[in-house]
């Protein structure tokens, strides 16, 4: 069975630094990841997936991910963090097996927060 | 991507009673998920309502508190039974095209039980 671990379930950053947030999966087969996020109060938003294409996924408002089988990780990246990335992040995985739409398992989430 | 619109957006409920919430799709969809997020924590899956059939629900979850239809291939509810100040979460539908797709959520019911 899938599953995926976040470590660290808060990060705080300086506005204009990097922001690493890290997501190990585990699964027996290769899988699909995805990044996304959680503005408060509001639903969520897709960041960007890892869909055995390129290793290297770049996602919307500058965040990127690479995918490192050997390591099993797919941790999320910016280089310059900015006031508007505060938010929840979320790490998940589906088994592309059942691929007219498996379902997603999520991990525990990573508060980002950017401190001026 | 299919657009999802979940209702209602919010709502405070007594305990004991019942309350339904709707998921549309602009599209036809073979599956859609439900998933629960409680205060502070990440999202669980429900259940996964496939039409034409009973929905698959995950260990810890069951049909008599979560009960769900799925009458067509762009329309499903979930109905949170006999309300305990417990089931106070954000209840998320979703709808997957595939992985290749991605997957898409509706925005959320906040359920507050008093």
């Known amino acids: 069975a899938q599953s995926v671990t976040q470590l660290g379930s808060h990060v705080s950053v300086s506005e204009g630094a990097l922001v690493l947030l890290r997501c190990n999966y585990s699964s027996s087969v290769p899988p699909y990841l995805f990044w996304y996020v959680q503005y408060p109060n509001q639903g969520l938003q897709l960041l960007l997936k890892?869909?055995?294409?390129?290793?290297l996924v770049k996602g919307i408002n500058g965040f990127e991910a690479e995918f490192k089988k050997s390591e099993t990780s797919f941790h999320l990246t910016k280089p310059s963090a900015h006031m508007s990335d505060a938010a929840e992040y979320f790490c998940a995985v589906s088994d592309p097996i059942y691929n007219q739409g498996g379902k997603l398992i999520f991990g525990q989430g990573t508060e980002l927060s950017v401190k001026p | 991507s299919a657009v999802i619109s979940q209702k209602p957006s919010r709502d405070i409920c007594q305990r004991g009673t019942s309350l339904t919430i709707q998921c549309q799709v602009d599209s036809q969809v073979t599956m859609m998920f439900w998933y629960r997020q409680q205060p502070g924590q990440s999202l669980t899956l429900i259940a996964t309502a496939n039409q034409g059939s009973e929905a698959t629900y995950e260990s810890g979850f069951v049909i008599d508190k979560f009960p769900i239809s799925r009458p067509n291939l762009t329309f499903s509810t979930l109905t949170v039974s006999n309300m305990s100040p417990e089931d106070s979460s954000i209840y998320l539908c979703?709808?997957?095209?595939?992985?290749?797709?991605?997957?898409?959520f509706g925005s959320g019911t906040r359920l507050t039980v008093v």
């Open positions: 890892y869909t055995s294409a390129a290793t």
């Open positions: 979703s709808v997957g095209r595939g992985g290749l797709g991605g997957y898409t």
